[in-house]
């Protein structure tokens, strides 16, 4: 079967780095994304990753190694705003969107 | 502003009842998709349509259906809703399912849906 992991709930504290973790397990691999939904509302695209490495966009990092079937999502200069979910989806064989249950991370001050 | 709009925003159902979920979009994507969101579940998806005039079943297909009659409208419909059809309901679209950047979604703000 295919599968996704994410940590249900994570803390951190305004200022500080955290960093979301995402493992995935799935028939073939044509990409991977991350989203940002805060509560009550849609998700929104944060990143792409479709090659090993770092991509760097602003505050936000997504990481992926395709041979660990491993990718994360680092914030930095964390925010109140940034209290939210954040889903990780990957692109099987069949470019089909596998999702994860998503993080829940909640910014204390 | 280009997106998508859903309505209803919510509705409560009485089970048994019909009910369709409107979804138009504004910015020509070829690929469109409806998924329910519950608390603890990844999105999962129930239908899609690739471009205009076809469609496709999800991973939960049951007791929904949709019609795909051009390219801006994506309309679901519960045939006869159950108790287990309570859920939020994002419609979505992609340029295409072509793999790369184009398979980036773009959501409408969900329907709130409660089946009594």
């Known amino acids: 079967g295919q599968n996704i992991d994410q940590p249900t709930e994570m803390t951190a504290t305004e200022g500080a780095i955290v960093q979301i973790n995402c493992t995935y397990q799935t028939s073939g691999f044509n990409g991977l994304f991350w989203y940002q939904q805060h509560a009550g509302e849609a998700p929104t695209f944060l990143s792409y990753n479709v090659l090993d490495g770092l991509e760097e966009k602003g505050r936000f990092s997504s990481f992926l190694s395709r041979s660990k079937g491993y990718s994360y999502l680092l914030l930095k200069e964390l925010q109140m705003k940034d209290s939210a979910s954040y889903l990780c989806a990957v692109i099987d064989s069949n470019y089909q969107l596998i999702w994860g249950a998503g993080t829940k991370l909640i910014i204390k001050p | 502003i280009a997106g998508i709009t859903q309505a209803p925003t919510s509705q409560i159902l009485a089970a048994g009842r019909r009910m369709t979920l409107r979804c138009t979009q504004d910015?020509?994507?070829?690929?469109m998709y409806w998924y329910r969101q519950d608390l603890g579940l990844g999105l999962r998806l129930i239908h899609y349509?690739?471009?205009?005039?076809?469609?496709g079943k999800g991973e939960v297909p049951g007791g929904y259906s949709v019609s795909r009659a051009n390219t801006d409208d994506f309309p679901l419909t519960l045939a006869s809703a159950v108790p287990s059809q309570t859920s939020v309901y994002f419609c979505?679209?992609?340029?295409?399912?072509?793999?790369?950047?184009?398979?980036?979604?773009?959501f409408g703000a969900g329907s709130r849906l409660t089946v009594l």
């Open positions: 910015m020509r994507h070829n690929a």
């Open positions: 349509s690739n471009t205009a005039g076809t469609t």
């Open positions: 979505a679209s992609s340029v295409d399912t072509s793999g790369s950047g184009a398979n980036v979604l773009t």
